[in-house]
């Protein structure tokens, strides 16, 4: 099992490695936001341990840059904030887990490891709606005997409105996701959200995704 520790008290860090070490965690680390990203890139890993305080920024930031570049893994935040305003914005940014400062490592140990398990289950996920069947391991959707490609943008909205079916996205969730670190124009919303729905749905098919009026996006057979 490989996670990324992001974590700016070197101590801190150096310990929990250690002790990740000796439970078969195997570990790379960053002590930035802009480290992670840079080690990130290309990496797959099993989860995401995350400081909320961080030198160049706050951990949601970059919570939401991995909930685009890597959807599937899972968050766990670590915290010396206890409240409950934090904690549920842990929760709306996808996170799985939260862990609040001090804690005992065999504790983040054991919550590390139910990550993992969950991520396993999530590579093995097969989503299907009406005739439209995804693999999210492998990255093929089928409507049918019709393969459909996605551009990344629209796999990214598919993945999350995925994660809350049978329930409908709202437009600033879909924002947070899909543009995390760019002001996105209505313009290209509905563009993004026009062309999924073209994909998912050719003119002699059934539409699946369906747009609720001052609610947001849903997947519906």
């Given at each position: 099992?490989?996670?990324?520790?992001?974590?700016?008290?070197?101590?801190?860090?150096?310990?929990?490695?250690?002790?990740?070490?000796?439970?078969?965690?195997?570990?790379?680390?960053?002590?930035?936001?802009?480290?992670?990203?840079?080690?990130?890139?290309?990496?797959?890993?099993?989860?995401?341990?995350?400081?909320?305080?961080?030198?160049d920024g706050v951990g949601f930031e970059l919570a939401r840059y991995f909930q685009r570049s890597h959807p599937a893994v899972p968050i766990l935040f670590l915290t010396a904030n206890s409240l409950l305003d934090a904690k549920l914005e842990a929760f709306s940014l996808g996170a799985l887990d939260y862990l609040t400062k001090p804690f005992e490592l065999a504790e983040l140990a054991i919550r590390i490891?139910?990550?993992?398990?969950?991520?396993?289950?999530?590579?093995?996920?097969?989503?299907?709606?009406?005739?439209?069947?995804?693999?999210?391991?492998?990255?093929?959707?089928?409507?049918?005997?019709?393969?459909?490609?996605?551009?990344?943008?629209?796999?990214?909205?598919?993945?999350?409105?995925?994660?809350?079916?049978?329930?409908?996205?709202?437009?600033?969730?879909?924002?947070?996701?899909?543009?995390?670190?760019?002001?996105?124009?209505?313009?290209?919303?509905?563009?993004?959200?026009?062309?999924?729905?073209?994909?998912?749905?050719?003119?002699?098919?059934?539409?699946?995704?369906?747009?609720?009026?001052?609610?947001?996006?849903?997947?519906?057979?």
């Amino acid at each position: 099992m490989l996670i990324l520790l992001v974590e700016d008290d070197r101590a801190l860090a150096a310990n929990t490695i250690d002790f990740l070490h000796h439970e078969g965690i195997e570990v790379d680390y960053a002590d930035s936001i802009a480290h992670a990203k840079h080690i990130a890139d290309g990496q797959q890993y099993d989860a995401f341990v995350l400081d909320v305080g961080l030198p160049d920024g706050v951990g949601f930031e970059l919570a939401r840059y991995f909930q685009r570049s890597h959807p599937a893994v899972p968050i766990l935040f670590l915290t010396a904030n206890s409240l409950l305003d934090a904690k549920l914005e842990a929760f709306s940014l996808g996170a799985l887990d939260y862990l609040t400062k001090p804690f005992e490592l065999a504790e983040l140990a054991i919550r590390i490891k139910l990550l993992g398990v969950k991520r396993q289950d999530s590579l093995h996920q097969v989503f299907r709606l009406g005739d439209l069947v995804v693999d999210q391991a492998k990255r093929i959707i089928r409507r049918g005997e019709r393969v459909i490609t996605l551009s990344p943008q629209q796999w990214t909205l598919l993945t999350l409105l995925i994660e809350h079916t049978p329930n409908p996205v709202s437009k600033t969730r879909i924002l947070e996701r899909v543009w995390p670190e760019q002001d996105a124009s209505i313009t290209m919303y509905k563009t993004l959200i026009t062309r999924l729905r073209s994909n998912l749905s050719q003119e002699h098919e059934k539409p699946l995704l369906h747009t609720l009026k001052g609610v947001g996006v849903v997947l519906r057979d």
